[in-house]
C-alpha cells in the first residue's frame, strides 16, 4: 500500500475504506484442511458465517467445497443467495425463526437442535410433512475444563438431551445426521478434551453419525505483535489438528464409511484477511498526550472492544511528519473509550493514511450505524481495485424510519 495507490483509492472511494484480500482466506482455507485431512481425511469445513458474511467470502468457502454455517435466518438467505446448495447449510444457534427452518429442511439443509423449546417445533414439522426425510442434528454441551458454563446446546446429564434424542431417533422422517458441539474457548489445550468427550459421548450412545461437528473456537493468524498481547497460547492451525484429529482416526480407523469431521471456523480463516485504511483528520495535544482523530472508530475494526492493539501500518500522504511517543488513536464517534490504536510510537502527520491489519473479524457484521454509516470494502487485483461492498449512504438508514 503505497502513496500513490492510496491517493486513486481514497479519490474514489472516500478517506475510510476496508481491504479484503479473498486469496489470503483461500490460502487460509487450505491449510487449515490440509492440517486436519493428512491425519483424518473425511474432514470438512463449516465456516462462521455470522464472523463475517460478506457475500464474495461465502462464495469462496462454497467453491472450496466447505459449508455454510448460519445462526438466523438472515444468514441462510445469504447462503442462498450466493448459490449454496441448501444440503452444505448448517443451522446452529439459541433461536430460530422455525418458518425458515421448515423450508430449509424441505430442501436439505441439516438444523441442529439447541434447546428444549426446539423440540415440539421440529416435532410439527415432521408431522406436517410425513413423507419428506429431514436432516436434524443435536448440539451437545459438555465440560471441557475451561472453566465455562457455555449456554449452547443440550446438557447431555439432562432429561430436555433425551427428549430430544427420543425424538430425532424415534420419528420415522427425521434423519439424525449429526451430533454438534460448541465451545468459545480458543485455548489449544481445550480442544482434545472436545474431541474426546465428543467419541466418548457418541460410544456411549451408541451412534455413529453422518457428521461430528466439533464447533468453533480457533486462533486464526496474527502478526506477533497481536499475540503478545494475549494471555494464552496462539496455537497454529497444524497443532488444532494434532489436538483432535488422532482422536476420530484411532476411534473410526476401522469404519468403511467414516463419518464427516467438521470444525466451524471463523475468525481462525478470515481474521487476518481484511484492513481498514483510514485518513488521519487531526492530532492534538491534549495536558501533554497527544491524540490523533481518523475517520473510523473502534467500532469499524473491533466492535467486541476487548482492547488489543492491531498491527498498524502509517503511510505517508505529504505533509511534514513529526515524531510521536505514546500517541493515541481516536475515532470520530462521540464516546470517549472510543480508540483504535493506544501507545504508539513513531511518525505521523495529519492527512496520512493509517491501516489497521486483522480487521476482518466481526467488523463489517457487528458495526453499528452509529454517527455514521459503515465504509466500503474493496479488494485490489491484478486488474485493479474491485468494489466488494459500496459505501451505506444516510438513506440506507433513514429509509426504515418514519419521518
Not at 109 to 128: F, G, H, K, M, P
Not at 201 to 214: K, Y
Amino acid at each position: 500500500m503505497d502513496k500513490v495507490l492510496l491517493n486513486n483509492l481514497t479519490a474514489q472511494y472516500g478517506d475510510a475504506f476496508y481491504i479484503l484480500d479473498t486469496r489470503r482466506f483461500r490460502a487460509n482455507v487450505c491449510e487449515l484442511k490440509k492440517a486436519f485431512s493428512e491425519i483424518y481425511e473425511n474432514f470438512g469445513i463449516a465456516y462462521s458465517y455470522k464472523t463475517n458474511y460478506t457475500p464474495k467470502l461465502c462464495k469462496v468457502i462454497d467453491e472450496m467445497g466447505g459449508y455454510a454455517e448460519v445462526v438466523s435466518d438472515m444468514e441462510a438467505e445469504i447462503a442462498l443467495r450466493v448459490g449454496v446448495d441448501p444440503q452444505k447449510i448448517i443451522w446452529n444457534g439459541p433461536y430460530k425463526n422455525y418458518a425458515k427452518v421448515e423450508e430449509l429442511l424441505l430442501r436439505g439443509a441439516t438444523v441442529n437442535l439447541d434447546s428444549a423449546y426446539e423440540i415440539e417445533e421440529i416435532r410439527e414439522i415432521a408431522q406436517r410433512h410425513p413423507k419428506a426425510t429431514l436432516n436434524v442434528g443435536i448440539r451437545v454441551n459438555f465440560d471441557i475444563g475451561d472453566g465455562v458454563v457455555s449456554r449452547f446446546g443440550f446438557d447431555i446429564g439432562s432429561a430436555d438431551f433425551r427428549a430430544a434424542l427420543r425424538l430425532v431417533t424415534e420419528t420415522e422422517n427425521l434423519h439424525l445426521i449429526g451430533i454438534q458441539c460448541h465451545f468459545a474457548t480458543r485455548r489449544l489445550e481445550t480442544w482434545h478434551p472436545r474431541a474426546e468427550r465428543m467419541v466418548a459421548l457418541l460410544d456411549e450412545l451408541g451412534l455413529v453419525p453422518e457428521h461430528i461437528d466439533l464447533g468453533g473456537g480457533l486462533f486464526g493468524k496474527m502478526a506477533d505483535s497481536l499475540k503478545a498481547q494475549f494471555d494464552s497460547y496462539i496455537p497454529t492451525y497444524d497443532e488444532y489438528a494434532q489436538a483432535v484429529a488422532p482422536v476420530f482416526a484411532e476411534r473410526y480407523r476401522k469404519c468403511a464409511e467414516k463419518p464427516l469431521l467438521l470444525v466451524e471456523p471463523g475468525s481462525a480463516l478470515v481474521g487476518d484477511c481484511m484492513k481498514f485504511a483510514s485518513r488521519v483528520v487531526n492530532i492534538k495535544e491534549v495536558r501533554g498526550k497527544s491524540i490523533a482523530t481518523v475517520l473510523g472508530s473502534i467500532y469499524n475494526i473491533n466492535p467486541t472492544l476487548n482492547k488489543k492493539n492491531p498491527p498498524l501500518e502509517v503511510v505517508t500522504m505529504g505533509e511534514m511528519q513529526k515524531e510521536y511517543t505514546d500517541l493515541d488513536f481516536g475515532g470520530f464517534t462521540c464516546i470517549e473509550s472510543d480508540y483504535l490504536y493506544r501507545h504508539f510510537n513513531g511518525k505521523l502527520a495529519k492527512g496520512d493514511i493509517v491501516i489497521f491489519g486483522n480487521a476482518g473479524s466481526y467488523s463489517v457484521v457487528l458495526k453499528p450505524p452509529f454517527i455514521l454509516p459503515n465504509f466500503p470494502i474493496i479488494e485490489i487485483t491484478a486488474e485493479g481495485a474491485e468494489l466488494v461492498k459500496r459505501g451505506e449512504t444516510f438513506d440506507d438508514l433513514f429509509h426504515t424510519f418514519v419521518f
